[in-house]
Nanobody, 124 residues
Framework: QVQLVESGGGLVQFGGSLRLSCALSNLILPDFTIAWFRQVPGKEREGVSC???????YYLDSVRGRFTISRERGGNTVYLQMDDLGPEDTAIYYCAADPEWQLCLSYTLTSGYWGQGTQVTVAS
């Protein structure tokens, strides 16, 4: 059974940092494109960042320069380092895995998997 488990969320002060982790089980990381999404209640889920098997990375304009996505070498974890956080970053963050690299262009899963989410709250 494929599982994606996010961790690392929590409460952080304005300007602080958090590192989210997405641990993948029963799924070979090099075969998948991994994306981070976030969602605020009442709003649509939005793609935040994405990394392809060749390590090409993509970022939402509002997080570029503050967030960094990376893949664990030889392991099955993807990270999202988030720096200089602001209240606008408050959301539930989800990771998703898809075998199609187009995930990074459309942020739409074709035949992929979702994690359960982790809450990030930034206090102003």
């Amino acid at each position: 059974q494929v599982q994606l488990v996010e961790s690392g969320g929590g409460l952080v002060q304005f300007g602080g940092s958090l590192r989210l982790s997405c641990a993948l089980s029963n799924l070979i990381l090099p075969d998948f494109t991994i994306a981070w999404f976030r969602q605020v209640p009442g709003k649509e889920r939005e793609g935040v960042s994405c990394i392809m098997p060749d390590d090409s990375t993509y970022y939402l304009d509002s997080v570029r320069g503050r967030f960094t996505i990376s893949r664990e070498r030889g392991g099955n974890t993807v990270y999202l380092q988030m720096d200089d956080l602001g209240p606008e970053d408050t959301a539930i963050y989800y990771c998703a895995a898809d075998p199609e690299w187009q995930l990074c262009l459309s942020y739409t899963l074709t035949s992929g998997y979702w994690g359960q989410g982790t809450q990030v709250t930034v206090a102003s």
